[in-house]
């Protein structure tokens, strides 16, 4: 049960990741309805790292899921599983949320940048006040870690003593990670008005249309659900 | 510290579960922009039963935080801090989620009606997909706890052998709860508009205004937050 557990794990964290890849890089696009009962589209989809192109949002999901989806899961089953010996599996363990908060800064940065190069006003939402709260959250985690685990001097009978904790309030950090996902899958369909389309869309009339965007979105954020109760049990 | 942890998670659940109370008894409204700047508002908060009145949907987040946030919290809570005897305390555990079970399946059948009578679509959005697997995945859980800790017959041995999987899955769906929860929120906020109004609202304009009923329901999602974290973590 366990195994299959993990196996799961591997698998729906690349998948998610890859998701949320394809939905920025190719489908994401945003359907807005006008007086007429047209419905307008607008592909918002690719990445750029240049002032003022609205594409630098892109590189938020996708750096948020490859750090805190892909690359954290790695780092949580390499500890599971331990297919190495334990200075390899911890170097990979720490070399794994490295990349996540370099991969977090990023991302967050590109989200700061598109509210403050569009003059979107920055943390009103939900999604926001979540995120910084994980980020927090997160980077003391990883501060433990590292003073306790990587920084030499700790003695072995300190490491040993306070793991339950590492490990504890590591589970408690993917229930919350999942918690901000989630809310910002939400947030991006319901700015793009991808969910339930009524109007003419193309030519034709559509009425309660779930768009490839808002399909593929919903299918990443139950993934991670699944991803997240996987995580959680083992 | 995991003493600390309980109170947290007892006093958290309690306030969560209050200020979506709140929110939907008194403060939820609808701000909507008009052609000329004008932002409309419009109080859709209290409850109601009654066929097509869109105050049978208030009675959602209430029924599924009162079952999800507040009871099932207090039914985790009462094997950790273990306050009376062993069977008191199971009784406390199953009476609880007997409780969230009957709770959580009306304040279903309340989105479902409202939906229905107002013909919206049903089960498009991510919050109604994570909802579901919710649903199933604790009503497993429930159905699994009763047959092998209340249904007499099963031996001691195998209630003690399966019980890391009852915790370690409870542990699961306390994170997928909190998921499928601030989903909700963020949906109910973005249908709304009650986040970032722009315009002339009662007369004054307003840029990037954070109404009242955000705030609070932006608050309700980060005491969730803490509230799974603490949880998870203990």
């Known amino acids: 049960m366990e195994t299959l557990l993990r196996v799961m794990s591997c698998i729906l964290s690349v998948v998610v990741f890859c998701l949320v890849l394809v939905w ?129 001097g700790v003695g072995a009978k300190l490491r040993l003593q306070v793991l339950p904790n590492h490990i504890a309030f590591g589970i408690g950090l993917v229930a919350i990670v999942g918690m901000t996902a989630v809310a910002g899958i939400m947030e991006k369909l319901a700015f793009n008005g991808s969910c339930n389309v009524n109007g003419v869309l193309h030519g034709k009339s559509v009425q309660g249309y779930l768009t490839p965007g808002c399909a593929l979105a919903n299918t990443a954020g139950l993934l991670l659900l699944l991803l997240v109760v996987a995580l959680t049990s083992t």
Chains 1, 2 share one sequence.
Not at 47 to 75: E, I, K, Y
Not at 102 to 122: C, Q
């Open 24 to 152: 920025m890089s190719a489908v994401v696009t945003s359907y807005s309805k006008q007086s007429d009962g047209t419905v307008m589209t607008k592909d918002l989809s690719g990445f750029s790292w240049t002032t003022n192109d609205p594409r630098v949002f892109n590189w938020h999901p996708v750096l948020m899921s490859f750090g805190f989806v892909l690359c954290t899961s790695q780092a949580i089953l390499v500890f599971e599983t331990k297919p190495f010996t334990h200075r390899t599996n911890k170097l990979i363990h720490a070399t794994c949320h490295t990349l996540t908060l370099v991969s977090v800064i990023i991302g967050t940065v590109a989200v700061f940048r598109f509210h403050n190069e569009h003059n979107i006003r920055n943390l009103y939402s939900l999604h926001s006040w979540l995120g910084i709260s994980t980020l927090v959250l997160y980077a003391m985690q990883y501060m433990f870690g590292f003073l306790v685990y990587l920084y030499p």
